[in-house]
C-alpha cells in the first residue's frame, strides 16, 4: 500500500526530507511556496556569506565541488551547492513550487480521544488506516486552491523566513509616530542588490538589532547607527589564538566537560571534575575575540561567557572590517535595551535626545513559533505544538510532538550547523517512517522532553527556547544513531574519536 507523504517547504530540510524518503520507497510531494528551492538561501543580502566553516556545512554524501576554495562560501556558492545536490538526487519533479500551504487539517480521532492515548498516533505507529492529514494549498501563480491527503506530513518551514518579529511599543510610540521610514530587514533581504543600494543611499540610517543580518546590513551602509540590546560574542574568525573552535567545542572531548541530559553519575560526576577545564575553553576563546576586536575599547564585552552563547546558538561571524567602521565613526554602536519612535526618529529610554535618522531597519529576527502554529486548523494542534512558553520546544529528538499524530517537524529546532543536523533528523525520521524501530510511549517522550528542557534552561539561559542543540550535537547524535541500530562511533582509533571534531561525512552512508 502506497503511503502518501507531503513535506512543506524545498528549503534545506525539505530537500533533506524528500531525498531519504525517497530512499526508502516513499513518493513524497513537496509543497514550496516560492518559485524555486533554497529556502534562507534563495534570496539573501548581497554580502552574505557563510557563517559556518564549509567542513561542518556540506551534505554527508555530497561533498562540495573542489573549485570552492573559500572556507566561508558566499550565497551564491551556496545556492549553487543546493541547486546541485537537488539534482544529482533527482528531488526537483517531486516538488511543487508556486505552492503555499496555508492549513493542514487532521481527519481521525477527536480531541477527547487522542488525549486518551498512551502511544504516539494511538498504535505507536508513523502510519494509521484512521487518520489522514488534509493540506489546504493555494497556487500563488493560478490563484487557485486545492486540498490534498497524505499519510504523514513533514513541516520543513524553518523559523527564519516569512513572519517578521516587530517589538511591541506603547499606543503613540511606534513607527506609527515615525515620519521617516520603518521596514523589516525581510523586506530590504528581498530587494535586488542595485535597488538596495538605492534605496539606502543617502539616507540617515538606523539598523535595530546586533545578529547576523543586523551586521550584513549595516556594513552595505554609508553611515548607520547600529542599536542593539545586548552585547554578543560574535567572532573574527573560527580559530582562536590558531586553535581551530571545532576542538574545543565539537568533538567527544569536549562534550565530556559538561553535563548532558540523560547522562549516568560517572559522566554527571566527570563534568564537574572537569568545569575548570571548560571555563578555560570558554575564556580562551573569550580573550582572543577581546582582543582581536578590541572589544573593550567600544564597550562591548558580553557579560555572559562565550560558552553561554555557543550553547544557545547565537554566534555570528563579525564582517570584516565591521570594527574598523566603528573605530572611523561610520558605524556608531548605541546600547539601546528598551526604545520607542518619535517624529524625528529613534528615542532610547532615559534619554531625551533622539537618533535623528530618515530609515529605520529592523533586523529584530523572526516569529517562527507564530507561523508554526498558524499553519494548523485545530486550536488544540496550535496549543500543543509547542507546548508552554515557559519551556523549550516539547519535541521528541527534537522532531516529534507526542501530542500530535503522523507529524515531524525538521529544522525548528536550533544547532550551531543546521544543514549538518536536519540531515541526521531526516535519516532519523526516514527510518521510523520505514518501520526501522518505535517510538516510546507518550509519557517517555515527555519526560525525555523535559530533561533536554531543564539542560537547555541552564545551558542556553533565558534563550532556552530556541532548542539549541549547539554543543551537545555528538551526544545528541548518538541517541540519533542508537534508535536506528546504528554504531554512534564513527571515527577510527581511541584518540581520533575522543579529540577529532565530528563533521557531516563522519555519518556518510556505507
Not at 337 to 352: A, R, T
Amino acid at each position: 500500500m502506497e503511503r502518501k507523504v507531503a513535506i512543506v517547504g524545498a528549503g534545506i530540510s525539505g530537500l533533506l526530507a524528500c531525498k531519504y524518503t525517497l530512499s526508502k520507497g516513499f513518493t513524497p510531494v513537496v509543497f514550496e511556496a516560492r518559485s524555486s528551492i533554497g529556502g534562507v538561501w534563495r534570496k539573501t543580502l548581497e554580502t552574505t556569506k557563510l557563517q559556518t566553516p564549509k567542513p561542518f556545512y556540506q551534505f554527508s554524501d555530497f561533498p562540495r565541488p573542489s573549485s570552492v576554495k573559500e572556507e566561508f562560501p558566499n550565497q551564491f556558492q551556496v545556492f549553487d551547492y543546493l541547486q546541485s545536490y537537488a539534482h544529482y538526487f533527482d528531488l526537483l519533479r517531486h516538488i511543487k513550487f508556486n505552492s503555499k500551504v496555508v492549513r493542514i487539517e487532521y481527519e481521525g480521532g477527536s480531541d477527547e480521544e487522542m488525549q486518551a492515548w498512551e502511544l504516539w498516533g494511538g498504535n505507536g505507529e508513523p502510519f494509521s488506516c484512521k487518520g489522514k492529514w488534509n493540506l489546504t494549498v493555494n497556487d500563488t501563480q493560478l490563484l487557485s486552491t486545492e486540498v490534498y491527503q497524505v499519510d504523514f506530513v513533514i513541516l520543513c518551514v524553518g523559523r527564519f523566513t516569512d513572519v517578521p518579529n516587530i517589538p511591541e511599543f506603547p499606543p503613540g510610540k511606534g513607527p506609527e509616530a515615525f515620519h521617516g521610514k520603518v521596514i523589516h530587514s525581510m523586506e530590504y533581504s528581498a530587494m535586488d542588490f542595485a535597488s538596495a543600494a538605492e534605496f539606502i543611499k543617502g539616507k540617515r540610517i538606523a539598523v535595530v538589532g546586533f545578529q547576523k543580518h543586523a551586521l550584513d546590513i549595516s556594513m552595505e551602509c554609508s553611515a548607520v547607527n547600529v542599536l542593539y540590546k545586548t552585547e554578543h560574542w560574535n567572532v573574527p574568525d573560527y580559530e582562536p589564538w590558531g586553535l581551530p573552535l571545532a576542538y574545543l567545542y565539537f568533538s567527544r572531548f569536549s562534550e565530556l566537560l559538561l553535563h548532558k541530559p540523560g547522562e549516568g553519575f560517572f559522566l554527571s560526576l566527570l563534568a564537574t571534575i572537569l568545569s575548570p577545564v571548560r571555563w578555560g575553553f570558554s575564556k580562551w576563546v573569550e580573550s582572543h575575540i577581546r582582543r582581536k576586536l578590541s572589544l573593550e575599547k567600544f564597550g562591548m564585552v558580553p557579560k555572559h561567557s562565550f560558552l553561554k552563547e555557543i550553547s544557545a546558538c547565537l554566534i555570528s561571524t563579525v564582517p570584516e572590517g565591521f570594527y574598523d567602521r566603528v573605530e572611523k565613526g561610520s558605524i556608531a554602536l548605541k546600547k539601546a535595551p528598551k526604545f520607542s519612535f518619535c517624529q524625528k526618529g529613534i528615542l532610547v529610554d532615559g534619554e531625551n535626545t533622539p537618533v535623528e535618522t530618515d530609515l529605520v531597519i529592523m533586523a529584530t529576527g523572526f516569529n517562527g513559533e507564530k507561523k508554526l502554529k498558524d499553519i494548523f486548523a485545530s486550536s488544540n494542534f496550535q496549543d500543543c505544538i509547542l507546548g508552554s512558553p515557559t519551556a523549550s520546544v516539547p519535541f521528541y529528538r527534537e522532531c516529534i510532538n507526542p501530542r500530535i499524530p503522523q507529524l515531524a517537524i525538521i529544522g525548528f529546532s536550533e544547532s550551531i550547523s543546521n544543514l549538518y543536523t536536519s540531515e541526521m533528523r531526516c535519516r532519523w525520521l526516514a527510518e521510523l517512517l520505514d518501520g526501522t524501530f518505535k517510538l516510546p510511549g507518550i509519557k517517555e517522550m515527555e519526560k525525555d522532553a523535559e530533561r533536554w528542557d531543564k539542560y537547555m534552561k541552564q545551558s542556553s539561559g533565558v534563550y532556552y527556547r530556541r532548542s539549541c542543540i549547539g554543543v551537545l550535537h555528538i551526544w545528541y547524535n548518538d541517541q540519533l544513531c542508537k534508535d536506528m541500530g546504528w554504531n554512534p562511533k564513527r571515527k577510527k582509533g581511541f584518540f581520533a574519536e575522543l579529540f577529532e571534531p565530528y563533521v557531516p561525512s563522519d555519518y556518510c552512508p556505507s
